[in-house]
């Protein structure tokens, strides 16, 4: 068998709130809940799933995803209608913009538990050569 990534979990001072977040702004939906966790699937099949742990506990991570250009057009306008802050560098230092790195478009933010976010429309590095 091949090996493939197959979920994660990711710490939340409150799952369903980190879960909505996330699903709300990518237009996916929670797909399951058991335990401590609350799921979002993602077009490959791979699982975030959110746990609620104390805040004290939890240690940002950065979480990248690749989307398509339409799937960018309508987060980045959810992120400018909720008054997201968000920036084109991952050390926040160009506020209210996107960037154009290898010929895509990226945007970095927040999600409610402090985890710093980015959507991608081309992987780092550009496509491969046909």
Known sequence: ???EFNHTI?????NRESARFFA???????????GPFVAVTLANGVTL??????????TPQHY???????VFDAAYARIKERGI???ADPFRRQPGAI????????????????HAMELITVPYGGW???
């Not at 990248?64 to 339409?70: G, H, I, T």
């Open 49 to 58: 799933d959110f746990a609620t742990v104390p805040a004290e506990s939890i």
């Open 128 to 130: 491969p050569a046909a």
């Open 64 to 70: 990248a995803f690749l989307v398509s250009e339409e």
């Open 24 to 34: 709300e702004l990518l237009d996916l939906e929670i797909s399951g809940e058991w």
């Open 10 to 14: 990711v710490h939340s001072r409150d």
């Open 99 to 114: 960037n154009h790195n290898d010929g895509g478009r990226g945007v970095y933010f927040m999600d409610p538990a402090g």
């Open 1 to 3: 068998m091949s090996v």
């Open 85 to 87: 802050e968000h920036f």
